[in-house]
C-alpha cells in the first residue's frame, strides 16, 4: 500500500503539484534505505537535494549601484537627442535643397515658354518687316 502510494506521490511530484509535507514524506522514503528497485533513480536526486541544503555560497556578491544605471542612461539620452538634431538638421537641409531644385525646374521651364513665345513674336516680326519692305519695294517710297 506504502508502495503505490509512494508512486502516486512521485507522479504528483513530477508535475509539480505536491505538497511541502507530501514532499518531505518523499525525502525520507527516499532517504531510507528500503526504497524499490524501480524508484531508485529518484533516491540519488532526493540525496542530492539533501547533501546540497547545506552547500552555502561564500563568495561576496557585488550589486551594480542605481548611480551609475542613472548616470549611463542620462549619457544615453544625451547621445539621442544630439543623434537626433543632427538627423533633424540634415534632413532639413536636404528638404531645403529638394525644394530649391523643385523652385529651379519651375522658373527654368516658365524661362522656357517665355522663350518659346517670344520666338514666335520675333517670327512675327519678322513677317511684319517682309511684308513692309515687300510694300516699299513696290511703291519705291523709300
Do not use: C
Not at 522514503?29 to 524508484?39: D, E, G, I, K, M
Not at 528638404?95 to 531644385?101: A, I, L, P, S, V
Request: aromatic residues 12%; charged residues 25%.
Amino acid at each position: 500500500m506504502e508502495l503505490v502510494n509512494i508512486e502516486k506521490l512521485v507522479e504528483k511530484y513530477l508535475n509539480a503539484t505536491t505538497s511541502i509535507q507530501e514532499e518531505a514524506v518523499l525525502r525520507d522514503y527516499f532517504l531510507s534505505n528500503r526504497v524499490a528497485p524501480h524508484l531508485e533513480e529518484y533516491q540519488l536526486m532526493f540525496s542530492y537535494f539533501q547533501d546540497s541544503r547545506g552547500e552555502t555560497y561564500t563568495k561576496t556578491i557585488r550589486l551594480k549601484s542605481k548611480k551609475t544605471n542613472r548616470k549611463n542612461l542620462k549619457w544615453l539620452s544625451i547621445a539621442v537627442s544630439v543623434v537626433l538634431m543632427i538627423s533633424i538638421y540634415t534632413g532639413k537641409i536636404k528638404y531645403d535643397e529638394y525644394r530649391m531644385e523643385q523652385k529651379y525646374a519651375q522658373v527654368e521651364n516658365a524661362l522656357k515658354m517665355l522663350s518659346v513665345n517670344l520666338n514666335k513674336g520675333k517670327n512675327a516680326f519678322n513677317n511684319l518687316y517682309t511684308y513692309e519692305n515687300t510694300v516699299h519695294k513696290i511703291f519705291k517710297t523709300k
